[in-house]
């Protein structure tokens, strides 16, 4: 697959998703929008940096400062849930762009890769994609909104988990 298609396989998603989130209005609290938007920016980095060891190095410190962001002042409030699936899905796409760095020339200048830690790496990122898949699929049942917003929240989480997916299966 050539890069330009690659870019857009993960640039859709991430339009998409933030679109879907912030029509969702106050349905989705404010750590929440904050966390789409820097998962949105990061695939938009992503996709049009390729495999730039420099631009997921700091694609992956920002998803994790947005996922430690996305938590704050969320305990107890009826947001919670999205918020801390939203910063499951930072998590994860933060170990999508550190597995690239695992068999860089970064962390092995042989240029040989680090054959371990590339593979626990990517052991990591699977469990986090299987973990953000039925965290998504619960979301969806337990959901308890109005309608019209359960919608546009649900159809925006199941956008960003493809895009995560997408983000993994592509890095």
Do not use: K
């Not at 998409?16 to 904050?34: M, T």
């Amino acid at each position: 697959m050539d890069s330009a298609a690659m870019a857009w396989l993960m640039i859709a998603p991430a339009l998409i998703g933030v679109v879907l989130c912030l029509a969702s209005g106050r349905g989705v609290p404010w750590q929440g929008r904050q966390a789409v938007i820097v998962m949105a920016a990061a695939m938009v980095a992503m996709g049009l940096a390729g495999r730039d060891p420099r631009v997921s190095l700091l694609v992956g410190a920002l998803l994790l400062a947005s996922a430690m962001v996305g938590t704050v002042g969320v305990r107890g409030a009826a947001g919670a849930p999205s918020c801390c699936h939203r910063a499951l899905g930072c998590l994860v796409m933060a170990v999508c762009a550190f597995a690239g760095l695992a068999g860089s020339e970064i962390s092995d200048p042989t240029g040989h890769g680090s054959h371990l830690g590339a593979d626990a790496v990517a052991a990591l990122g699977a469990i986090g994609i299987c973990a953000l898949i039925v965290w998504t699929i619960v979301n969806g049942i337990r959901r308890h909104a109005p309608a019209r917003a359960r919608r546009r929240m649900l159809a925006e989480e199941w956008v960003m988990t493809a895009g995560v997916l997408i983000m993994w299966s592509l890095h």
